[in-house]
């Protein structure tokens, strides 16, 4: 079951990657070496760059699920893992028993005596 699920997610990532590098960017980027240049006479500019936006946001999304899916249902739970020294540490029964506050006193001026 795990094997099956982290296979569907690298195919998904990989079929995300492709379509990313489809979309034309600005400078032409890597859309003409991948021959979406014909993809948009068949579809239209306008369509083609729908459709790839469209593709592109459902890929993510279900790679996102995928991966919170896989990582909270299907990971194989081994067996529990030792506790830290931190964990393992005894808890303390009482707060440490706190110093008193120390008296406030103004010095008091004393004149001399004339």
Known sequence: MYTFFISVEVLVSILLMIVVLMQASKGGGLAGVL???NLGTVFGV???SDF???TTTILATIFMVLALFINLVVLPRGPQAE???IQSAPQ???LPPVAPPAPTTTPT???PAK
């Open 46 to 48: 306008r369509r083609t």
């Open 92 to 94: 303390p029964t009482s």
């Open 109 to 111: 001026q004393s004149t």
């Open 52 to 54: 790839l936006t469209k």
């Open 35 to 37: 021959g979406t240049s």
């Open 83 to 85: 506790q830290s020294v």
